[in-house]
């Protein structure tokens, strides 16, 4: 399936690194998100992009940096993160942001903090 | 705002049985109900969804019932396979806003 890529796809990384997840969509859609997937809170949203414009922070840390460039590419930058932030990361787009479109979500990033 | 709660967390059954997984939700202006199925491994995938006109919606073995009185959904699955195993998740969404989704429930089909 090539509707939604995430890369990397896994990574593992120090809590005073800086890193970058990479999401994009091939499929024309006009919103994307961030979920957090962890065994306490299965699919935590984290951040939505309708047309480039952040519409959504759920209360997620300031050490989270989400980036829209364009409609296709999502990023979301890490510094300072801690061990209970290691989680599944997976990005998603939809054809419009509200809520009755499908979600197309992508693999994940499995995210290990050390 | 919305809140969605999912039981159980985790189901097993027998192959060829049926299971059922049921959501309910807070907000009665929620008027699309999905649910995403997320087998082991990999991303989660819409397998149905209803509206908040229709009371029931089926696609082969799988059916999906939404009460709005009592603001509550459900999952069913029929003559279960192994293929059944899976993560799912029911959702609610009012259509102008996000969508919530439950924490989950992890079916098992034994052998």
């Known amino acids: 399936e090539t509707g939604v890529t995430q890369t990397p796809r896994h990574l593992v990384m120090g809590m005073t690194n800086k890193k970058s997840l990479k999401c994009e969509q091939h499929?024309?859609?006009?919103?994307m998100y961030w979920y957090k997937q962890s065994a306490k809170k299965p699919l935590e949203l984290m951040f939505v992009?309708?047309?480039?414009?952040?519409?959504e922070n759920n209360s997620v840390p300031s050490r989270f940096s989400p980036e829209c460039p364009n409609s296709s590419h999502l990023f979301l930058h890490l510094h300072t993160l801690q061990p209970e932030d290691s989680a599944l990361y997976l990005c998603?787009?939809?054809?419009?942001?509200?809520?009755?479109?499908?979600?197309?979500f992508g693999p994940g990033t499995r995210l290990t903090v050390t | 705002g919305e809140n969605v709660e999912q039981h159980p967390s985790t189901l097993s059954v027998q192959e060829g049985d049926s299971a059922v997984i049921k959501c309910t939700y807070s907000?009665?202006?929620?008027?699309?109900f999905p649910w995403y199925k997320q087998e082991l491994g990999k991303r989660p995938q819409l397998i149905i969804d209803?509206?908040?006109?229709?009371g029931e919606k089926k696609d082969q073995r799988i059916a999906v019932t939404l009460n709005k009185t009592a603001k509550h959904f459900s999952l069913h699955i029929t003559e279960t396979q192994p293929e059944d195993s899976a993560v799912y998740f029911c959702?609610?969404?009012?259509?102008?806003?996000?969508?919530?989704f439950g924490k989950g429930t992890r079916l098992h089909i034994l052998p």
């Open positions: 907000d009665s202006a929620s008027n699309y």
């Open positions: 992009y309708s047309l480039e414009e952040r519409v």
């Open positions: 209803i509206r908040s006109n229709v």
């Open positions: 959702a609610a969404s009012k259509g102008d806003d996000k969508i919530i």
């Open positions: 998603a787009s939809s054809q419009q942001q509200v809520g009755t479109y499908e979600q197309y």
């Open positions: 499929l024309g859609h006009n919103a």
